[in-house]
Structures are given as structure tokens and as C-alpha cells.
């Protein structure tokens, strides 16, 4: 068993270098969601084939239906085996005009203890990947070899639904083989704790559009007349909830279930309040389910929310029009066994209710997944957070998360293998929004992180 | 008194110059909404005054608080002197993509009695008030002289609340002396009967934006706790009608008036149906308030229309985001008696009201008019309906209109002018929509109708 210290002494002294290699990686403008982008994708895939070649993987780029997969192994007969999975691809970055710098333009901005890496992608996911990318390297530049057998998947898609990946991993099973498989795209639990990840809400996601005439008319003339499908639509979104926050779909609630009295009562220790969660992006009180504590309204309970609208006019000044149509992005955050396909069903009945007559009403299901949750008892989970213990000297803490990661619902089906979620992202991350930021304590605290999980993994 | 064939005949026979000159005209990209084309709405207005200038009109460019006005002077003692009112700036342009050809292009389009000039502005209002132009300069061509001291006014800013006009005029008053006012920018009852417009509903034009979080969210992390303004929005914009399709802000319909028995009667009469005026749209039945007529909805009775929204990530694919803020441009057409200003402050009240308390809402308030009438009895009328009525071979009529054109009630209140509104426009011309056309039938006969009232006017 190789000795730590040289392996985080390494972290420390390369520490401009990880941090040249990422900015190198932020530059590239992988958007995965806008067609524009895509050879921009495939260059984010390169130009990690590159990277992990140098280190000693052996590394290819492979299609899937949409943007490719990166692919990279290095054996060690009789190790633990661990799967590692990422993504390179980023969100959209409007709106621009809210970003202080060019979003592909990273920038280290800050002092001390605070200091920032500002760059699309930074937090989500590509300086989270570094550190895993990172931390092999300080074993392989001590040691030669990694303590454990590494397979690496970095995808393209994540910010689409992860479109074309399940179809991959299915035709490629024989080479994911694994004893745990290791994502790094989630929050710590505050700026000084520790997190692992132990479940996961679903997703589901819509866009729902509505026509009534077949052009924009002059408000003027036909005002008072004609079908406006801003209104029709307006109508839809605003009956998704009652006055107590819930959502109306029929049976929308089916499969979700109340957490045991001792989790419940573990949440309430919690210092969890509004003012911490909500207070540092400008808001004091919970929206969503009356009655419910916050930790609740993230964790165990479905949420929906509308992620986008346009229709009409939306430029300077005024026009005087009746748009011909108009849409809205609407997506669910699943729990416990909601069931996405049949809230495919639901939804597009309960939109299709609402329509006149004289409306036609366009529903596109985008791919959805189920929530997820780990067993309690994972041996590698307790290795895992006695490492991360040791790096930050907190007691690393096992909990739920709000958002969504399909693959790893996918893993565990396909592949039959548990996820460690292990993530250095802060909730101020501005993650899908302007100026994200991802702090350099945690690239360089996580890239330890890492190192020691990989040794006490190896070591069990 | 000069004869009238000669004039006609030199009409029809410099139609082709005519069409070039129009064309000139909308090639210039006059959009007064959008501050980028500040530019060519002084193009505009340049193009217009060399044109009056080389007609022997003295002109003159004149500023105002937004895009200026044209302003162009023929004296005749002793002659009855007419006020000519038009405008020179055109909506915007979007959607772009449903254009089939650029929108400041113009071309002439089809065949025979159905002759199209598709451009922006070709019938709002650039084609419009080239018929009266034009049949000033046929006028001039053969007699030297016009039959009326002639007075025009072309502004810049109608499409913008015609903002800086009320008090141009006002500063006028004394170079805008006549005894009535013409207005170039209505419709004809169809394609075959012209049609002198009585009424105008009004206008009042406001913009909301909720803003909740100070930035956007992910919604995985926040969903479900974090307040949404787009649900927030639609709720208000859902609430602003019930389902009776009534508009339910307290006091709207306060100060709108039954029409008198006998207009209703003879409103039964007209052939105004749902087939004729909604299918050529492709809409079948009315919206808006339940157990109207047709032509009440659009004539006697106010409506709200959403001419807009926007938030969130509206872009192709799928975004977890939580907008920050979004907004929406919402609009009133208004009847009889109803104050402008009393709904701005109702409708305010109303989105305030059903905002929560950790959302902020901004509410700006357009400029507003009120709804206008004209005198049945005013001399003028009977005598513009007989020369129409000789140009179409078919009874004019005279009739109320959905739209507004808010000059018209400042004539009245600061010249004590009451204003014909003639129009050639067809309910299909696609304004303030792609596609936008004149027809060449308009034109042609809209400037040979102004060569007779012109002449009838003075005669009387």
C-alpha cells in the first residue's frame, strides 16, 4: 500500500497546474442542449481522450445517438474495481448579458479562503470531474499505479436527459464491470462539511405548446374574438397548483412516501432553516407544500415547477399583438417510486383538458428517470466518509439531495451497481445560471478527497 | 372646380410610379418600438418630407420627445382645409422565420384583381398614407393646385403610444388649424365596400415583471422550496378573466354602455359571422365574453389580452432552471366611458394583490386612450361616403372599429377637430404579422377615392 502523503503533498505543490489543465477544459463551449454546440462536444470528449491518455488510460471517444462518450480504463488485477462516472457537457449560458466575464473565459476570482474559478461549467460539472482526473494523477506520478482499478465514463448529454447513454451502457456492460461506481456531480453539505449522496429525485420534463390562429393577429382587430393562447396557457400552469402547493394532477402523489418517524426526527435536529437555504439568493419564505419543513419540500417530497414561458412579444416597448402560440417548459422532481411514464400520461390528459376546443396542444415528453435511493449498509459508503473525515475534519454526512442524476438509476439497473455520490459543489454555486463558480478549495480539497477515497477503497 | 376624370386617368396611368415610389418608402426599416432603429425612423420621415417638398408642400422635420414628425403645408384662402394624419413607423418584425421573403423588401405578389405588396408597413400605415399623397400629386399634376388648403402630419411614434405627438400638437396648435381631420389607417367593411369607422376603442398598455430570487435557480436544488414567478405570473394572468370570459379587475367595466336598440337591431342584420371573420385565421369560435355577438365583442365591448411573456430558458431542449424573473405585456382595448388612468391603477392593484410576499412586481404603465366617437350627424361624413360610394360602385358605411388609433381623441380635446377615419385595409392584410400586405386594389383605389374627396369636400 503506497504512503498518502507524498500522493497529497504532490495534490498541493501541482495545484497551478490542475488548475492551467481545467481552465483548458472550461474554455471549451460544450452546450449540449443547443445543436449549435455540437462540434464543441465532440472537442470537450478530445480533449479529455487526450488527457487521460497521457496519464496511461487507454482511452477512446465513442458515439452514442447524440454527443460521444469518453471512455477510459486502467486495469489492476485483484484491486477493487471502481467505476467512475462525469460529464463534460454544460448548460446553455443565457442570460449573457447577467455573466460579469465571457462565461468560456475562466477566471480565478477572489482571496484567500474564498478564491473562485468563474466559468461555465466550473462547478457543473467539469472542475468536479478534474478532481477525480486530478487526484489519479498524483497516484500515478507517485506511484506509477492506482491503487484500484479505474474505469472512467465521462458523457456528453447529462444536461439532455443524458440522451443516447443508457443505449451505450447496455451494448457495453462487459466493459463497466465494477465493484461501486463513483459520480461526482453533487453539493457538500456547507462550505466546511462533507457530503455523500444517498438519494436522488427523478425528473420529468415537458414542453407544452398551444396554437390558436395560425398567425399573430393585431390586438386591435380581433381582441375580445380571438382564442389568445397565452391565456389558454396561463390557465394550465396556474391550475398545476392548489393554494396549498400541491400539485392537481390526478394521482400525481401515488408511490411517494412518508420518511420514517427517526429520519424525520434526524431532519428536525437539523440547523436547516429558511434563512440559511433561501436567505443567500434573496428569498425568506418556502414556496411549494404548505405544512411541510424545507428539508422536506428538497428531499422527500415531488416538486413541480414550470422552467420556462414565451409567447408574443417580449422585446422594448409595445406591440399590440394576439399571438398565434406560445409554450412553457415544464418539469417534476420525482421521489420514492413516482412512476415518470405514467406522469407522462397524466400530464398531457390533464393539458388536454384545459384546452378550448378551438386550441391545439402540443406535449413533448422528454426522457424522464426515477428517483433513486442507497442502501444504508454499503460497505464502501462507511470507507468512503471515514476518508472524507479525515480530509476535513467534519464528520462526513450521508443525506438526500433535490436533484436529479438519471445514470445512476441507470447503473443500478443495467449494470447492478450501487453509486457513491461525492461531490465539493456549495449551493451557491450559481450552477445553470450566470457567473457559476466553483471555489478552489473545493477543486483542490476534492482532488484529496479523492486520493484518499481511492487508497481507502483499494485498502478495505 | 377642376374636373375629376382627368385626375383619375392620371392615376391610373402613373400607377406603376406610384408603386415605385411606395416601395421606396417601406424599404426603409422604421420600427419606432425598438431604440435600434432610431436611425430609420429619421430615414422615414426625411424620405417623406423631400417627397411633400418636391410636390410643392412646404415641409419641415420636427422633433418631438421620440421620433419626429413630419409636418407639411399647402394654403388655399378662401377653400374648406382638411388635416391629413398618418404615420411613418411599423412594428416590429418578428418571428422572422415565418416571413417568406425579408419584411423590408417589398415585392408585389399574385395576379390580377388580387395583386399583393407584401412588406412591413405596406398597409400599416406606409401604403395608406401614399394614397393620399399620391392623390394630392395627381391633383397637382393636372390642376397646379389642390382643391383644399391642405395641412399633413405624419408621426413616427403610433406604434409607440404615439409618445411626444400630444404635446407636438398641442405647442401647434395654431399651424394645425382646419376644419376637419382625415385618417388613412383603417379598414373597408370588405374587400368590396368601403367603410368610413365611427368609433375607436382605446387603449391601455401595461408591462409586469414578478422577480423573485436574485438570480436563476436549478431546480433540482431548489424545486419545490424557492418561489417560481413564472407560476407566480401565470396565476395573475389566469385571474384576469372568468369563465365567463369577463375581465375580473373591480370596476372595469364601469363607464361601457349597452348600444342603443336599434344598432343592435341592425347589427343582426350584417352577415358577421364566426365562419367569415375567424376562419380566414383558422379559428372557429369566438373567445371573450360569453352570449355576445361577434361585433359586440369587437366594437361595443372592451377586452385584455397577454401580448406577451417571457422567463426562464426558452431555447431548444431542456434547462432545470428556476427563473429569477419573468414578465408579461398585457394590453385593453377600451369602450364608451372608460378611464385609462382609473384602470392603471385597478389593474396595479389587482397583479399586487396576488403577489406573495417574498415577490417583488413592477408593474409600467404605457400610454393610454380613451375610446372615441364620432358625431353621426358631422356634414363632412355624408359627403366622404357619397364619393366613396361613386369609387366602389357599392354604399359606403360607417361603422365602429375594434382598434385605436389615440390621436384622434387629442384632435378633438386639443383642436376641437372632429376626424374621418377612411381606410383601404383589408382584415386579412397581416398587420403587426408576417406577411404583411396592401393590396394592389387598395392602393390603386384608396388614392382615386382621396382624388374624390378631395374634390367633394371642397365642392360642398
Redesign the interface.
Known sequence: MAALDPILNDIDTDLDNALERLFEFLRIESI????AYKGECRKAAHWLEGNLTALGFETSVEETSLHPVVYAHKPKPGAPHVLFYGHYDV??V??LN?WTHPPFEPRLIGEGDRRQIVARGASDDKGQVMTFVEACRAHLAMNGELPCAVTIVIEGAE???SQGLPEWVEKNRDRLEADVALVCDT?MWDRNTPQITTSL?G?A?F?VTVT?????????????????P??V???I?????DDQGRVTIPDFYEGVREPPAEVLEQWKGLDFTAEK??GP?????????RGRM?IE??QS???????????????????????GQ????V?F?LVDDQDPEQLAKNFEAFVRERA???CKVDVVC?KGSRAIALPYDMPQLSVAQAALTEEWGRDAIAVG????IPIVGDFKRLLGLDTLLIGFGL?DD?????NEKYELKSFHKGTRSWARILSALAAR
Chains 1, 2 share one sequence.
Do not use: M, W
Open positions: 449540449s442542449t443547443d445543436s448548460q446553455p443565457d442570460p447577467l444536461e439532455s436527459g453539493s429525485r425528473l420534463y414542453e390558436c390562429a395560425d398567425r399573430d393577429l393585431h390586438s386591435g382587430f380581433f381582441g375580445g374574438a380571438a382564442a389568445n397565452i391565456h396557457l396561463s390557465k400552469l396556474a391550475a398545476l397548483h437555504f433561501l439568493i434573496g428569498l425568506k419564505e418556502p414556496a411549494g407544500e424545507l419540500l428538497i417530497r415531488p416538486a413541480c415547477d414550470v422552467n420556462g414561458i414565451i409567447g408574443g412579444y417580449t422585446a422594448e416597448g409595445t406591440k399590440t399583438v394576439i399571438a406560445a409554450s412553457a417548459k418539469s422532481r378550448p376546443a378551438d422528454y439531495a433535490g436533484g436529479s449551493d450559481r450552477i445553470h445560471s450566470p
